[in-house]
């Protein structure tokens, strides 16, 4: 994968750039795929429902609300998402078991950390668009994450 500021450098300005706001957890430093989203608040069974899927080259996108009361994932989804080989996870929310997840072969970025899990009542909503941290979400678009950074592409990168 090119890295993110090579990419920056021959798209602009058809790039949009993730506000650096966003931890980074999982042994996995850089990812990128084609983006599946989901708008959630504090609720991730819609999260559950997506990551035991197959996620070949994608990424799932989550939009929790910026909600830092509970968290949207920790390692039992995290195992999940490695089984069903997504590429990796942006959560506008918190994280769980993050010791733990730091040690799996996943990339994730995330607001941060909670020891609180979610509710699950089944409520969100799939392959929508969703705007967070300057960033307009499709579903079928392309993300690319590494250390210096998270971007979006209309069309995947050459």
């Known amino acids: 994968m090119k890295s993110t500021c090579d990419i920056s450098d021959e798209m602009h300005p058809k790039v949009q ?23 959630c608040y504090e609720d991730n069974s819609l999260v559950e429902e997506a990551l035991k899927t197959d996620g070949s080259e994608c990424v799932l996108v989550i939009d929790a609300g910026a909600s830092l009361k509970c968290a949207m994932m920790g390692d ?4 999940d998402a490695i089984k069903n080989n997504w590429e990796g996870i942006i959560i506008n929310g918190p994280i769980r078991d993050s010791a733990e997840i730091n040690s799996m072969n996943i990339g994730i970025r995330a607001l941060g950390t909670c020891p609180r899990k979610s509710i699950k009542k089944g409520a ?8 967070f941290s300057n960033v307009k979400f499709i579903s079928g678009n392309y993300l690319y994450a590494d250390e210096d950074g998270v971007i979006v592409l209309e069309h995947k990168a050459d």
């Open 124 to 131: 969100g909503k799939r392959d929508i668009d969703v705007t």
């Open 17 to 39: 750039y993730l506000n650096p706001v966003f931890q980074s957890f999982g042994k996995k430093n850089s990812f990128s795929g084609r983006i599946v989203t989901i708008k």
């Open 76 to 79: 039992k989804r995290a195992s």
